[in-house]
C-alpha cells in the first residue's frame, strides 16, 4: 500500500511510519518540521527513517494548499495517517495562530485533498484533551464533550467534527483516535517526563502543578502505534441508511492505558530509574489543564481486539534509558 503519514518527523509519526515500512508498506512523510521543539531530534529521527526501503521524505506544510494539491497529484495514495498538528495545551494558551494554521487550515487542505483524490480510509489524530473536565471517568466516546478547556482541545474538537462532515458529504471513511498522554524513547521534550528527567539529571528544580494531584492515563508508544495498526486493519465498514443509500464510516477510538496514575506516582518512576530524588516545586493547577485523564477503551478492545499492555515502570524504564545514551550521560 502507499500510505501517507503527515507529521512523520514527530514522535509518534516516527514511531508509526518505522512500524508501516518494517511491514513492507511505502511511505511517503510530510512535516512542515517547525521549531515548537528542538528541532535536531527530528532531523534525528528523519535520518534514521531515511536509512529504510520505500520511504520517501517531502518537507511540506499543510497550511500550504497549493504544495499539497500537488503532492496528491503527483502520489496515488490508499491511507492517509494525519498526525501532524500544533501540539501542547499549555503552548496553545499564548500561540492560538499556530493551532489556527496547522490545525485547522492544515487540517481543511488536508480533508479537501482527500476529496477530490479518491482515498481508502483517513486515519487521524484527535486527543483525550477533547474531553476537558469531564467529571464522569473513565472517558468514553459516547461522552458530550462540548467544553474543551484549552484552544488546542478545541480544535481536535473541530477536527473531528469536520471528518465527520466530510465523511458523510463526500464519502470520505474516516476514524479518528483520541490518544491517552503518550510517552516513550524520541519523545517530545516539551512533555512533564521529558522536563523532568532533563531537571533532575541537571539538579534544577521541577515544577508539580496542581500540587501533584494530577492524573493522566499515561501511554507508552509500543502500545499507540500497535492501536493504530490494528485500527488500520480492523477498519469500520459503510452501514446502509433507511433509504438504502450507504453512510460511510466514521468512528472515534480511545487509545489510552486505561489505568491512570497520579503525578506524583510518576514522579517517583522516574526517580526511582534515575536513583536520584527530584527537588519539587508545587504549584497550582495551570489554566487549559486538566485535573483527570482516563481513557475507557471498550470500543478498541472489541473492535480491533486490543489493550494496552505496557506498565508505567517498563515504558518510563525505557524512556529514562534512552535519554542517557541519547544525550550521552554516564
Ligand atoms: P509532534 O509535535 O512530535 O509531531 C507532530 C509533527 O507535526 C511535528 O513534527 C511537526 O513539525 C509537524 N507539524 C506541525 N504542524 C504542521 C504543519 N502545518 N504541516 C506539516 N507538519 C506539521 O507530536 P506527537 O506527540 O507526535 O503528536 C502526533 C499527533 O498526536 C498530533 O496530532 C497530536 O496532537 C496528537 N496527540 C499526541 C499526544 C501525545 O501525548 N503525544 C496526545 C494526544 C494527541
Known amino acids: 500500500m502507499n500510505i501517507l503519514v503527515t507529521g512523520a518527523a514527530g514522535f509518534i509519526g516516527f514511531y508509526l511510519t518505522q512500524e508501516l515500512l518494517s511491514r513492507g508498506e511505502s511511505v511517503i512523510g510530510i512535516d512542515n518540521l517547525n521549531d515548537y521543539y528542538d528541532t535536531s531530534l527530528k532531523t534525528a529521527r528523519l535520518q534514521k527513517l531515511a536509512a529504510q526501503k520505500n520511504f520517501t521524505f517531502h518537507k511540506l506544510d499543510l497550511a500550504n494548499r497549493k504544495n499539497l494539491e500537488q503532492l ?32 485547522l487550515v492544515g487540517f481543511v487542505n488536508l480533508l479537501e485533498c482527500c476529496r477530490h483524490n479518491s482515498i481508502k480510509h483517513l486515519v487521524f489524530a484527535s486527543s483525550s484533551s477533547v474531553y476537558g473536565a469531564n467529571k464522569k471517568i473513565p472517558f468514553s466516546t459516547s461522552d458530550n464533550v462540548d467544553n474543551p478547556v484549552s484552544l488546542y482541545a478545541a480544535t481536535k474538537k473541530a477536527n473531528e467534527l469536520m471528518a465527520h462532515t466530510y465523511s458523510h458529504l463526500y464519502h470520505i471513511p474516516c476514524t479518528g483516535l483520541r490518544f491517552f498522554t503518550v510517552y516513550g524513547p524520541w519523545g517530545r521534550p516539551d512533555m512533564a517526563y521529558f522536563l523532568f528527567t532533563k531537571a533532575i539529571l541537571e539538579g534544577k528544580p521541577i515544577k508539580v502543578f496542581n500540587y501533584g494531584r494530577m492524573q493522566r492515563d499515561f501511554t507508552y508508544i509500543d502500545d499507540i502505534v500497535e492501536g493504530i495498526i490494528r485500527v488500520m486493519n480492523h477498519l469500520p465498514q459503510s452501514s446502509t441508511a433507511e433509504d438504502g443509500s450507504k453512510i460511510p464510516p466514521y468512528k472515534i477510538y480511545n ?12 514522579i517517583e518512576v522516574i526517580e526511582n530509574c534515575l536513583g536520584m530524588e527530584a527537588e519539587k516545586n508545587f504549584l497550582p493547577i495551570q489554566p487549559g489543564d486538566v485535573p483527570t485523564t482516563y481513557a475507557d477503551i471498550d470500543d478498541l478492545i472489541q473492535d480491533v481486539g486490543f489493550k494496552p499492555t505496557t506498565s508505567i515502570e517498563e515504558g518510563i524504564e525505557r524512556f529514562v534509558s534512552w535519554y542517557k545514551d541519547y544525550y550521552k550521560i554516564v
Open 255 to 266: 487509545i489510552g492505558n486505561n489505568q491512570p496514575v497520579e503525578l506524583t506516582r510518576f
Open 72 to 103: 496528491f497529484k503527483n502520489n496515488q495514495f490508499d491511507f492517509v495517517i494525519h498526525l501532524a498538528a500544533q501540539a501542547g495545551v499549555r503552548y496553545s494558551i499564548e500561540n492560538p495562530h499556530a493551532y489556527v494554521d496547522s490545525n
